[in-house]
């Protein structure tokens, strides 16, 4: 039996309203250049700040890459990224409408289940087999494949300009990921592992 983790974050009380969502993209976990691979997301977001000028991009997390972030933030001349350092996230996936991830590698990262039961749309590169149990490619987030140069930075941006231009989509797939979330609810995991130990 496989058994999925549950999400911890508790989203009770929330309800999603399109008109509270702000153009506010977010990364949420460890800094660092190993794994998470954060300054991927830099690049990315490089490409789409000069053209939706509405839009910001925040970081959520401490490690050991936060100076050097921050420093190519600077040289890159990037006007919208903020640094929030470590957070209780609740707030940031409350307002937030799109999630990146560009890890090398996950087990299984509990941000994708967190922030789509607040309907925050995740996009993330596909180098780990878990993502494909999290996320339905073009419903409720999406997926960037490896190429043969491994990661490609213009094909996340693209997939976050087809989010950012068509308002519409971004709500369907927001209200899609929270569907999918419950999948990973505290109630729905225990009661599976209810059903095991039976």
Known sequence: ?????????DSSG??????NKEFAMIYVGRLDSIQK???RIIDVWQQLEWCHHEWNFTVVGEGAERASLIELVRKKELKHVSFEGYQYPRPYYERA?????????EGFPL????????????????SFSAVY?????????FIIPPTSRGFDACSMAKKIQILM????KLDRMAL???EKSKKFSMGRIYQQWMEIMK
Not at 1 to 9: E, G, W
Not at 97 to 105: A, G, K, P, Q, R
Not at 133 to 141: L, P
């Open 14 to 19: 929330f309800r999603y309203n399109a008109d």
């Open 165 to 168: 231009n068509d308002k519409a």
């Open 111 to 126: 941000v994708l289940a967190e922030c789509m039961s607040f309907g925050v749309v995740p996009v993330v590169y596909g």
């Open 1 to 9: 039996k496989v058994l999925h983790n549950p999400i911890t974050v």
């Open 97 to 105: 409408s799109i999630l990146l991830l560009t890890s090398d590698f």
């Open 37 to 39: 691979r954060i300054y």
């Open 176 to 178: 899609s990921a929270i």
């Open 133 to 141: 149990d999290i996320i339905d490619d073009g419903k409720d987030g």
